[in-house]
């Protein structure tokens, strides 16, 4: 969960994320190794085609929360049956089982800032599993300043954090990493030079660092359990393929054929287990006007349209999407609405007639309702909590 709506407002999709990785902890057990060769992405040839205006379309429900349904979140960045994380002043702490304990200790960002960012402290996206909590700090709120990628164990949590990844300032302007987590791994990209990324993969268990690719790559993400795919970008063109690899035979991955009319312009999203997410840019090289996506459910013989307008909608795949549903923000106008999909069914779902920060976990939608004073930060956060079977049970 963001520390701050704002800064996630700066993290959309029009950035393309890419990073290095330069270290870690002083510590010998943080050090992560390097190995092996990158992959070689096989390409596959993009059809010079537009989205089909005879595609079906999603349905809209009105599912909305008031004002009154949320609670205040007393800094919580995460909660579940055992483990709270909560943000107090500019840190970071854990509750667990009757104990509590600094996970990080947060720097404060200047005073002439807090306006732009929302909250006086540096930490960014926390993500979490059964057993490994990582998230992202920042030098600075603002766009390609260093950023550093940090984990933790959440089954021994005396033992502390360690940092995994970090931008180097000395190859540049920092492009986000967006890291991905999944089972003991996490997948990010990294900046090589103003004209390379990577595509990068650490291990949490044995503590390794691997380079799946490196050239015109963006957007790394799990396509299932072992799965790491990206987007590779067509030199002097909008348009892109996905490559990937499988992370425990070590086989290449190539997108499935069908998907070639389909991919233009921003990142393709992986809900979970081969759930899509295509998103469509109306770039300088592409003959329509309207920014469109798509949702392709697993086993479905086409795509069907979700959102098409002539404003970005903002798209946060990087807490937003799994268990077969997508939460996204939609503009009409100048007016931002926030919307949950359920991606096999083809419905969405209106939540709320103004910008949340929503996350999917344990079958459950924790929605954030952005504080009114902004200096006032994270502790002022009000939350929502929806199970997900309170949408499986509606219908258009």
Not at 36 to 58: D, F, H, N, R
Not at 195 to 203: F, I, N, P, R, S
Not at 367 to 395: C, N, R, W, Y
Request: hydrophobic share 40%; charged share 25%.
């Amino acid at each position: 969960m963001s520390g701050s709506c704002c800064r996630r407002v700066r993290w959309s999709v029009g950035v393309v994320a890419m990073c290095l990785l330069v270290g870690c902890a002083s510590t010998p057990e943080s050090t992560p190794t390097t190995a092996s060769q990158p992959v070689e992405p096989t390409a596959i040839a993009v059809e010079s085609s537009t989205p089909t205006a005879q595609l079906k379309t999603a349905c809209e429900v009105d599912a909305l929360v008031s004002l009154e349904d949320f609670v205040l979140g007393e800094g919580v960045q995460y909660r579940d049956d055992s483990l709270v994380i909560r943000q107090v002043g500019i840190d970071l702490q854990w509750e667990m089982n009757g104990e509590s304990g600094l996970l990080y200790q947060g720097t404060e960002v200047p005073a002439e800032e807090v306006e732009e960012r929302g909250d006086g402290y540096n930490v960014g996206q926390v993500t979490v599993n059964d057993r490994w909590v990582i998230f992202e700090t920042t030098d600075s709120p603002w766009v390609g300043e260093p950023w550093q990628l940090h984990a933790w164990d959440r089954t021994k949590p005396h033992d502390g954090v360690w940092q995994f990844a970090a931008h180097d300032p000395a190859l540049g302007p920092a492009d986000f990493p967006f890291p991905k987590l999944n089972g003991d791994r996490v997948v990010w990209n990294a900046t090589i030079s103003e004209e390379e990324a990577a595509v990068m993969v650490y291990d949490l268990a044995s503590r390794e660092t691997r380079e799946l690719a490196r050239g015109l790559v963006a957007w790394a993400d799990f396509a299932d359990q072992d799965t790491a795919v990206w987007k590779v970008y067509i030199p002097g063109s909008d348009d892109y393929n996905m490559a990937g690899v499988n992370l425990a035979t070590g086989q290449p991955w190539q997108q499935p054929a069908e998907f070639a009319p389909h991919i233009r312009g921003l990142s393709p999203y992986s809900v979970d287990e081969w759930n899509w997410i295509l998103v469509y840019d109306p770039g300088a090289n592409q003959e329509y006007e309207d920014q469109v996506a798509v949702a392709w459910p697993a086993g479905a013989a086409e795509p069907y349209e979700f959102f098409r307008s002539r404003v970005d909608g903002y798209w946060d795949d990087t807490v937003g999407a799994g268990e077969g549903y997508f939460f996204f923000i939609e503009y009409e106008g100048f007016d931002a609405v926030s919307y949950l999909l359920d991606v096999q069914r083809g419905i969405k779902f209106r939540l709320f007639d103004d910008w949340l920060d929503g996350e999917i976990r344990n079958g459950v939608l924790h929605l954030h309702l952005p504080p009114e004073d902004k200096a006032a930060g994270v502790e002022t956060l009000k939350m929502l909590e929806i199970p997900l079977a309170e949408f499986a049970a509606k219908s258009c």
